[in-house]
């Protein structure tokens, strides 16, 4: 499967890079270079709609990915905009009009996703006319789950800033895998053998999940 990868906030990659600069993550000043440029990929709802445009250009250019793993701020990105491809209504019930019916096909051609430790959750982008610029924040209890895909959501037990369980429950119950690890705002590493194990086990099986569909 050919993934697609996302940053966390205030650091950078040679994958999907945020545009938007931010100061360096502090927990990254060991490792990173002060004089590297450090990004992020939104700050409000107007700021989230260019970084959704952007990605829409850039799927249809070098897509399609399969899946899409995704850590801290880019977690919360790319969960945003998997649910926002899906979702036409606002919590009236109306249906969105323009071009939120008329997003690329490349939006939804993510088959599964990885999220780890997301933090802010998933809101709705507004709609044209709808309720305000910022759009709202989504909860599973009034929204449901609007994200259809397989998805494994990963987060520490101990992270403070990560808003994870409650991006987790907006997943389809259905074909969605959890592991809570005992770290914190992290991904898994060398000091943590058993969570990398789990944390590998967990997407196998939503990557498995993902090609029997």
């Not at 940053?7 to 950078?12: A, R, V, W």
């Not at 440029?37 to 399609?64: H, K, V």
């Not at 998933?122 to 305000?132: K, L, T």
Request: hydrophobic share 40%.
């Amino acid at each position: 499967m050919r993934f697609l990868c996302f940053h966390g906030e205030g650091t950078n990659s040679k994958f999907v890079e945020g545009c938007m600069p931010m100061p360096m993550w502090p927990d990254i000043r060991e490792a990173a270079d002060a004089d590297d440029g450090f990004f992020g990929y939104f700050t409000s709802g107007a700021s989230y709609t260019t970084a959704a445009r952007q990605l829409d250009a850039y799927l249809a250019a070098e897509g399609p990915f399969d899946g899409v793993l995704a850590f801290s701020m880019g977690a919360a990105f790319v969960s945003t905009y998997i649910a926002n491809a899906y979702m036409y209504h606002d919590r009236a019930g109306h249906e969105y009009a323009g071009e939120h019916q008329q997003r690329p096909e490349a939006a939804r051609a993510f088959k599964c996703a990885v999220f780890l430790s997301p933090v802010g959750g998933v809101f709705a982008e507004a709609a044209p006319g709808g309720q305000g610029d910022e759009g709202w924040l989504l909860d599973a209890d009034v929204d449901g789950e609007v994200i259809p895909i397989p998805t494994a959501n990963i987060w520490g037990s101990n992270d403070r800033l990560c808003n994870a369980e409650a991006v987790s429950r907006l997943c389809a119950s259905g074909v969605r895998e959890v592991y809570v690890h005992e770290g914190v705002h992290e991904v898994p590493g060398a000091r943590m053998p058993d969570a990398v194990k789990a944390s590998v086990r967990v997407i196998r099986r939503v990557v498995a999940t993902a090609s029997r569909q």
